[in-house]
């Protein structure tokens, strides 16, 4: 290993805390230095190539080193780096917005800038709670939101977050939200089965509308992919459902994008599938192809019509982040939407998906995996200990990280949520590359759940 890798290693273990990483272990170990990467490949300081099997934590959507992102960036670093949305705007900023408004569902006028998935949510609940008392309805200050969703970090986002793991221990910092049931068939919370249920889910979620819409302001989840809740995949029919008991209960709906959003299932947005325009539509992760942090929280010209008044009034959004709409984020994100038409990324995508949906179901016959679900390039393969009553693995049995670890070895780069492996690869990967991520997945858990192989069968 040369010196200067060992250094940077060094430096790391003595310097770096890493989100959602247990440090202890981590030091134990050398760390992995990645040092470039091009398409779907990363490359690390001791020469390996990995296939970035989870778009580098579901951000990268070309893969490495797109030419048009590329020269946007370079561009746009000659003329200027970075000024204020205060009051005054730029050129990619506004550029991006237009573009904005042209790709996403029909309805949706405005683009509020901000830098990370997290800090757009933030800005839809505020946007929503506020438009309630901006229209005489300052009772309408709940949020609605569903078990296992995920909305980021910050604790506004924790509020609506579903995740007991990550969020359990700060709920006294947390303001009180509804839940409805996740959208998750193969544990169906409410011990019903697709599709006799009738997508019952989405009725429950519209009792707690009908009997108590007065007192909530909006509805908050992710559309058909709850991601970081272990890629639960809704059944068909569900959002629109949900739409029609929002717009029933007037209760504003909140889609938060930030994960499903550019593409990752097979449509540019995933409330495209069922027609649904949300009242506010959150995007973030694959907004710059997986350059550079940048959000948006984008709505409809009712809701922005609603802060509108004289200075004196003060219905001003009164909410910001210093790097709003920060130049050379929003020309990468110009960069990216240049390259979804270059490549035509939906329409080749096509191809891709339905050839991944074919070898995701050799999953099926492996032994320890109860549930392969998928939409799009995001899969989420839900690793059991028995099949037959779907008994799930001990947390501590570190399932998930076993697999990611066979599959290192085989130079593919996977982070388990959980015992459910993810996979959702750049939609740039060539069709090779992706039979390969699919092969090694799959090698990687028969050899975390069975152990290794038997060499002397043929
Ligand atoms: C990742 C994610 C977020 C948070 O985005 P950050 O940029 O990490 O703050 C919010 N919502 C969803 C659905 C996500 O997957």
Redesign the pocket.
């Known amino acids: 290993m040369p010196d200067k890798t060992k250094q940077i290693g060094a430096y790391d273990r003595e310097f770096v805390w890493h989100p959602f990483t247990q440090m202890k272990q981590y030091e134990e170990k050398e760390p992995v230095v990645i040092v470039g990467g091009e398409g779907a490949y990363l490359f690390d300081s001791e020469g390996r190539r990995y296939i970035d099997g989870v778009s580098s934590?579901?951000v990268n959507i070309h893969g490495h080193k797109v030419p048009e992102i590329d020269n946007a960036i370079k561009e746009q670093v000659d003329a200027l780096g970075h000024s204020t949305l205060l009051g005054v705007t730029n050129a990619p900023a506004a550029l991006l917005a237009k573009e904005l408004v042209d790709i996403c569902p029909p309805g949706l006028k405005k683009v509020f800038y901000s830098?990370?998935?997290?800090?757009?949510?933030e800005a839809g609940l505020k946007m929503a709670f506020q438009y309630w008392r901006r229209k005489g309805r300052p009772g309408k200050t709940k949020f609605l939101s569903l078990d296992n969703?995920?909305?980021?970090?910050?604790l506004g986002?924790v509020s609506v977050g579903g995740i007991d793991l990550f969020h359990g221990e700060f709920k006294p910092l947390l303001f009180d939200t509804l839940r409805a049931p996740s959208y998750y068939c193969y544990r169906c919370p409410l011990g019903k089965d697709y599709p006799s249920c009738g997508v019952a889910c989405a009725d429950e979620l519209g009792k707690i509308l009908q009997s108590r819409g007065d007192e909530i302001a909006a509805v908050i989840m992710?559309p058909y992919v709850q991601?970081?809740g272990g890629m639960i995949v809704a059944p068909e029919g569900y959002l629109a459902r949900v739409r029609k008991y929002c717009d029933e209960c007037d209760v504003l709906l909140i889609l938060?994008?930030?994960?499903?959003g550019f593409g990752r299932t097979g449509r540019m947005f995933a409330c495209e599938h069922e027609d649904v325009t949300p009242d506010i539509l959150?995007l973030?992760?694959g907004m710059t192809g997986g350059y550079l942090?940048l959000?948006a929280t984008i709505t409809t010209g009712e809701i922005y019509d609603a802060f509108l008044g004289e200075y004196e009034e003060f219905k001003t959004f009164y909410h910001g982040h210093s790097y709003a709409g920060n130049p050379i984020a929003c020309a990468a994100a110009r960069g990216n939407l240049d390259a979804f038409r270059n490549n035509d990324t939906l329409q080749a995508l096509k191809e891709k998906v339905a050839c991944f949906e074919e070898e995701l179901k050799e999953f099926e016959g492996l032994p320890h995996v109860g549930n392969v679900r998928s939409k799009g390039l995001m899969a989420g393969i839900e690793l059991v200990v028995d099949k037959g009553s779907k008994e799930p693995y001990e947390p501590e049995a570190a399932i998930g990280w076993k697999v990611a670890e066979h599959a290192m070895e085989d130079e593919v780069l996977l982070r388990p949520l959980g015992s459910v492996v993810v996979l959702m690869p750049p939609l740039g990967i060539p069709m090779d590359d992706l039979k390969k991520l699919v092969r090694v997945t799959y090698e990687s858990i028969r050899r975390a759940t069975e152990g290794e192989p038997d060499h002397g069968r043929p």
Do not use: F, N, R
Request: glycine residues 18%; hydrophobic residues 40%; proline residues 3%.
């Open positions: 934590l579901w830098g990370d998935g997290a800090s757009a949510v969703g995920y909305h980021g970090d910050t986002a992710e991601a970081a938060d994008e930030v994960a499903t959150v973030g992760k942090p959000s």
